[in-house]
């Protein structure tokens, strides 16, 4: 699986998502602008020493990334669009993409992925988001259910 966060800004939930890849051997791409360095502490201490186990790659740009994989699916996660995301029936290679912390993903990317757009249910309507890295683990870990955990390793783990 791929993992990609356009323009993430808060290192803490950039290095939470790092250790949720290297937890399930997921490919991470970062899309700048960043909205902090690569070699900021925040960043290194929520991703613990985990960094070293991450399949990460940094991208320019969305249109850059998505030329260097043309035959993959994106499917894009953002609140207020119409599908949930437990419609999609993912496959191995497939690209989860979320967007910034505070503004989601730009406007022209959902726009122009319209038909691959889906959000994560609340119950509560006075809530206007979910944290990044919580999101990126509800979706990612139902992709992975579906695909039987396939290349996972079933051993001793802990949530901690």
Excluded at 39 to 57: E, F, I, N, T
Excluded at 59 to 86: C, H, M, N
Excluded at 108 to 133: G, Q, T, W
């Amino acid at each position: 699986m791929n993992v990609v966060l356009v323009e993430p800004e808060i290192p803490p939930n950039t290095g939470n998502v790092a250790r949720l890849c290297a937890a399930t051997k997921t490919t991470l791409h970062l899309v700048e602008p960043l909205g902090f360095e690569l070699s900021d502490k925040m960043l290194k201490r929520a991703g613990m020493d985990y960094w070293q186990q991450v399949d990460w790659k940094c991208w320019p740009s969305f249109q850059a990334l998505r030329e260097s994989f043309p035959e993959e699916r994106f499917y894009f996660i953002e609140t207020g669009t119409a599908q949930v995301y437990s419609e999609i029936r993912f496959q191995p290679n497939d690209f989860i993409v979320f967007g910034r912390e505070t503004k989601g993903l730009p406007l022209p990317l959902i726009e122009a992925n319209r038909e691959r757009c889906y959000h994560i249910p609340m119950l509560n309507p006075d809530s206007r988001s979910l944290n990044l890295a919580n999101c990126v683990a509800i979706v990612l870990y139902e992709a992975l259910r579906q695909q039987n955990y396939y290349g996972m390793v079933n051993s001793n783990s802990s949530i901690a």
